[in-house]
């Protein structure tokens, strides 16, 4: 069966500075997929090569079609991505958030509200508050939400642990193994936190230096001489 | 000394001689001549002290105009009561300087946006204020004040001046002034940047955060440049009213402080070394535009297209070549594909 | 009492024109971060393009009209080519630029218009005679532009609040990436708000052109200084400020001309000083304005 998302050999450049240098990667259709690395190895760069923030060669297919190349047709597409610092609109309230999660939605807009709010129960007590003033976890959450509300087939997440206690990262984690599991969401996560990624997942790359280096079940990986002293600390 | 630093010397030095050189031909040349050559150097003067206060401190300014009108009736008043017109002039600079400074002072407390609306109202509202009754006492409200004929200016306005000898023209006279005193307080304002205090106004137009941290009392360094600019501002005024031999509140309309600041831009903001350029450029435009049409409105349509392809070409050179580092996320968000 | 109250009205309605001015600067600023010094200058290219459409024998409504929707392309077309590239740079870019097509459409209008003043050939929009309500004289054109501001702002107003439409014009206006994550096609959204800007700045040179013929190429000047205080006062991120702004600032400058006469303070002279004065002492004191939204930012 093709994957839901294919990257073949993908490069990408900021101004003179080569970020990507040929990533191939796919994800499968109801796959939980992570990509790990230290920094600077290119995870994030790979997520916006994907949603076309930045400026790629190589190609890029989902639902087995070439991917437009601008930010706001990926996400017509169907992909949904949850950037680094969370991408949030501060200065709106939580409703506003997710109204515009829900942009490319027409109409049953209700019925997304009432499934994210099954997920996240505080959304909907918190509707008018500025979302400039949740905590940490809370944006994040709100953030997760938000690219809900437009039902994605893919849901891309960078970094979703950055700066979150461990309770919280716990709890973020479990919704969306339920999001795979139940609704059969595809997520391609990117994640410092080796374990936590391997844990969950089903398959993972190891990005070093703008490329590929290992990749495979995460079962397997999680075993790996290398990963473990480079990534998992023993 | 490198090679690199020699190379500048010499290139300064040629253009000082050249600009020198020009400057006592130009009046010979009858495109140009004496009316017009002095009005450049009041340009000339006004756009460096705009210069100081925009360009190298990054305080956008839109009211050059309206300190040149403060400095303008100084002399005005000064001469109409008595006061020989050359002493006139730095009385017009301090005291066109301290409003600047009385400006600079709520300045602190705006951003450049914020500044530039304000500025941009008094620029405009100045005419007004001028001829503002309760004023009148000073400025003589809406009436013009008229040095023609005073015995303390130049050869009354009209006759022939003794300069160091010679005998010339009150129109030569007045165009050799106003050069020397353009020649003079350029190169202050030069070596003045060149030290420590130009170091440190560039510091705060960079990052005010460094600039603090690294010991430089940024209050200080902005309210001085924006006295230091009025007080160049006032020296043009002066200088204006002294050319033409009057003052009323259309001599300093807000179209100057605008034109001021298209000299500047043209100039390079944060560069002294193309402000006679800018100076030229704003002065004489309106006579070579006649050539594409007779109508009133062809200098300033060229006027602002100069300045919009200006933005849109040369972005890093509004902000006087600096190198505003943005923060890291603006970068990546401005990032386009 | 019915002095005052007449010029209370009298002074709502040149307040509608400084409210709709003002409304643009804020619209623009709000999606693109950017201070349209040139608002006024574009309303009176505008109503120029009005006066020629009605010289040629367009009806006054007719040109109305069209005057807007030719103002809502124009808007669209200058921030997509030349606005664009000045967005999210430095303060002074976007300032120099504005302040240069002041100076362009300034200049333009005179050019292709010359500055001879001329009316507007032969229709007014509101008839010129007055409603008697209980010994208060209202012209029914001050009525007309306050009541058509009004109508135009509870538009806006709904817009901006319960679309789809308005919501995205704000998101794109707070931040561009997000909103185009979320599949806003932002660059339309930036063009949007110069376009509805020019589309509001046309109807306030027209009534200005109306309310104090005849029509000159110089007319929005001052109307330009009291749109950014009125815009000040309210706040340069609020809407309803700034047209709550606009009305008061009307209301108190006729004031003060009407009663100078008593105070002979020459008021009447210094109106443009004192807006000044305002946008000032605002600034200083409350810099986001009467209705300015603090906006709280975790760090």
């Known amino acids: 069966m093709a994957p839901l998302l294919d990257l073949e050999d993908v490069h990408a450049r900021y101004g003179s500075v080569q970020a990507l240098g040929g990533v191939s990667l796919s994800v499968g259709e109801g796959e939980v997929v992570a990509v790990l690395g230290g920094n600077g190895a290119g995870k994030t760069t790979t997520l916006r090569a994907i949603s076309g923030l930045v400026t790629t060669s190589g190609r890029v297919r989902f639902a087995g079609e070439r991917l437009p190349r601008a930010p706001e047709g990926v996400a017509r597409a169907g992909i949904a991505h949850v950037p680094e610092g969370r991408g949030i609109f501060e200065e709106l309230s939580v409703d506003e958030n997710l109204r515009l999660g829900a942009y490319l939605r027409r109409g049953g807009f209700a019925e997304s509200y009432e499934r994210v709010c099954g997920h996240f129960p505080w959304l909907e007590r918190r509707g008018a508050q500025q979302a400039g003033t949740l905590s940490g976890g809370e944006q994040q959450m709100l953030a997760i939400a938000r690219a809900l509300m437009s039902r994605p087939r893919l849901l891309m997440l960078d970094e979703p642990s950055l700066g979150l206690a461990p309770i919280v990262v716990r709890e973020i984690f479990r919704i969306l193994g339920d999001l795979n599991e139940n609704e059969g969401l595809s997520i391609l996560v990117v994640e410092q936190n080796a374990t936590l990624a391997l844990r969950s997942s089903s398959r993972a790359y190891v990005l070093e230096v703008g490329q590929v280096a290992l990749e495979g079940p995460s079962s397997e990986l999680a075993e790996n001489e290398s990963v473990r002293k480079s990534y998992l600390g023993y | 000394m490198s090679r690199l630093a020699v190379a500048r010397a010499i290139a300064a030095a040629l253009a000082l001689a050249a600009s020198i050189a020009f400057i006592l031909v130009a009046p010979h040349w009858d495109k140009v001549g004496d009316i017009k050559g002095a009005q450049m150097g009041t340009y000339f003067i006004a756009i460096v002290g705009l210069n100081i206060v925009t360009g190298y401190t990054g305080q956008i300014s839109l009211a050059q105009g309206a300190f040149m009108a403060i400095g303008g009736y100084t002399t005005a008043f000064l001469v109409t009561h008595g006061v020989r017109d050359l002493w006139t002039i730095p009385v017009a600079a301090l005291v066109a300087g301290a409003f600047g400074f009385l400006l600079g002072i709520p300045a602190l407390r705006l951003s450049g946006l914020y500044l530039a609306l304000v500025t941009f109202g008094l620029a405009v509202a100045m005419p007004d204020l001028i001829a503002w009754d309760k004023l009148s006492s000073v400025t003589k409200g809406g009436q013009s004040i008229q040095l023609f004929g005073s015995k303390h ?8 001046v003794t ?31 060149r030290g420590r205090p130009g170091r440190a106004f560039r510091a705060v137009r960079d990052s005010e955060i460094a600039a603090a941290s690294s010991g430089v009392h940024i209050a200080a360094y902005k309210t001085l440049a924006f006295a230091i600019g009025a007080a160049y501002a006032g020296v043009a005024g002066s200088l204006l009213v002294i050319a033409v031999a009057f003052a009323d509140p259309q001599s300093f309309p807000a179209k100057l402080s605008l034109t001021i600041l298209v000299g500047a831009v043209i100039a390079g903001l944060g560069s002294m070394w193309g402000v006679l350029l800018g100076a030229a450029f704003v002065e004489f435009l309106p006579v070579v535009s006649v050539h594409v049409s007779k109508s009133q409105g062809v200098p300033d349509a060229i006027y602002g297209a100069a300045l919009i392809l200006i933005v849109l070409l040369l972005p890093a050179g509004i902000a006087g070549g600096l190198k505003r580092a943005a923060s890291p996320l603006t970068t990546r968000l401005y990032t386009r594909s | 009492m019915t002095e005052l109250l007449q010029q209370i009205v009298a002074g709502l309605s040149s307040g509608s024109i400084y409210a709709l001015l003002a409304l643009g600067i804020v619209i623009i600023y709000r999606s693109t971060g950017v201070v349209n010094f040139a608002q006024g200058e574009m309303a009176t290219f505008t109503t120029f393009i009005a006066w020629t459409l009605v010289d040629h024998g367009v009806g006054y409504w007719g040109a109305f009209g069209l005057t807007i929707l030719i103002a809502l392309v124009g808007g669209i077309a200058l921030e997509r080519i030349v606005v664009r590239p000045v967005e999210g740079k430095p303060v002074i870019n976007g300032v120099i630029l504005t302040i240069g097509l002041f100076i362009l459409f300034g200049g333009l209008s005179n050019w ?33 532009i306050l009541a058509v501001t009004l109508v135009l702002m509870v538009l806006l107003w709904l817009l901006f609040r319960y679309t789809k439409l308005g919501l995205a014009l704000s998101a794109s206006a707070l931040s561009p990436t997000a909103s185009r994550l979320v599949g806003i096609r932002v660059g339309w959204m930036l063009g949007l708000g110069w376009g509805l800007a020019a589309a509001i700045g046309a109807v306030a040179g027209l009534f200005t052109a109306a309310a104090a013929p005849p029509l000159d190429p110089n007319m929005m000047r001052p109307v330009l200084i009291y749109a950014f205080a009125a815009a000040v006062v309210g706040g340069l991120e609020s809407p309803i400020g700034a047209v709550v702004g606009g009305l008061l600032i009307g209301v108190v400058l006729n004031l003060i001309s009407t009663y100078d006469t008593h105070l002979h303070l020459d008021l009447d002279r210094v109106r443009l000083p004192i807006a000044l004065a305002l946008i000032l002492l605002v600034l200083l004191a409350r810099p986001t304005g009467l209705f300015g939204k603090q906006v709280v930012r975790r760090v």
């Not at chain 2, 200016?153 to 022939?160: A, P, T």
């Not at chain 2, 160091?164 to 070596?191: C, K």
């Not at chain 3, 229709?123 to 007309?144: E, M, Y």
């Open chain 2, 153 to 160: 200016l130049l050869g009354q306005g009209f006759n022939s």
């Open chain 2, 163 to 193: 300069v160091l000898g010679h005998s010339t023209s009150f129109n030569r006279a007045v165009y050799y002034l106003t050069w020397a005193i353009a020649l003079v307080l350029f190169v202050v304002a030069w070596l003045f940047l």
């Open chain 3, 112 to 144: 292709i218009w010359k500055a001879e003043v001329r009316s507007f050939p032969p229709s007014r929009p509101f008839p010129t005679s007055a409603w008697n309500l209980g010994g208060v004289a209202v012209s029914k054109q001050d009525a007309g």
